[in-house]
């Protein structure tokens, strides 16, 4: 089996031509540019993302809550399929290439592990969005990479973010990671209350008219 390599890339996310083998971390080592997909699986009914903890064994941020699903993009690979292989291979979630969504694409720039963890990673964010929760017990989790998985709502994990809570991988949420919080925001819970409103406006038209009010 030929070994894994990711595309180096430039600072404003061009293909270099170059590509360095996973197994000896030259990529985080040296610092190069290169693309990542980020995952996140929200539950419309009960307004909550899934959150994986990062098994102790990792290089970067053991043991910390972060995204549903994340991984490296191997050299030459489509983003969407990089993001569906991830999912599975974590979860053991397997979802069709409608099922995910790319909402936007995020620079990532840190230096972690004392200066041996250097992050330079354009990271292609995808959503995906199901009815009701997947129950816990149904996740196959990969155990290398991810020792738990919880259901948080999505303004209690907002607000631990802006706190900077250690138990969670940091991302700047009044940065260009709030997009994420605003995109669930505008699209399902506003429109949830929207059009719960209008079914409420709807009722009390119909009871008064019974009534005789109107």
């Given at each position: 089996?030929a ?7 430039t600072?404003s ?20 540019y ?13 307004q ?12 970067s ?5 972060d ?17 569906q ?44 969005t ?14 290398e990479?991810?020792s ?10 907002r ?23 605003e ?12 059009f719960?409103?209008?079914f ?11 009534k005789?009010?109107?």
């Open positions: 089996m070994e894994e390599h990711f595309d180096v890339l600072k996310g061009e293909k270099t031509g170059v590509s360095k083998p996973r197994h000896v971390s030259e990529i985080h080592r040296d610092g190069d290169h693309r990542a997909v980020h995952v996140w699986i929200f539950v419309e009914s009960t909550e993302l899934l959150l994986q903890l990062r098994s102790d064994d990792k290089d941020w053991p043991g910390q809550w995204i549903s699903s994340a991984g490296h993009i191997s050299a030459g690979d489509p983003s969407l399929i990089s993001a292989r991830e999912l599975e291979e974590e979860l053991g979630v397997k979802l069709p290439k409608d099922a995910f969504e790319k909402i936007f694409v995020f620079l990532q720039e840190c230096v972690t592990n004392n200066g041996k963890f250097i992050n330079n990673e354009f990271n292609d964010v995808y959503l995906v199901i009815l009701h929760p997947i129950p816990l017990e149904a996740f196959t989790l990969q155990k990479e991810v738990a998985v919880k259901y948080i709502p999505y303004e209690e994990y607000s631990l973010l802006a706190k900077e809570d250690p138990a969670y991988v940091p991302y700047d949420v009044n940065g260009d990671y709030g997009k994420l919080f995109i669930i925001r505008q699209r399902y819970i506003f429109s949830h209350w929207f719960l409103s209008y409420l406006f709807f009722v009390w038209h119909i009871h008064c008219y019974a005789g009010c109107i």
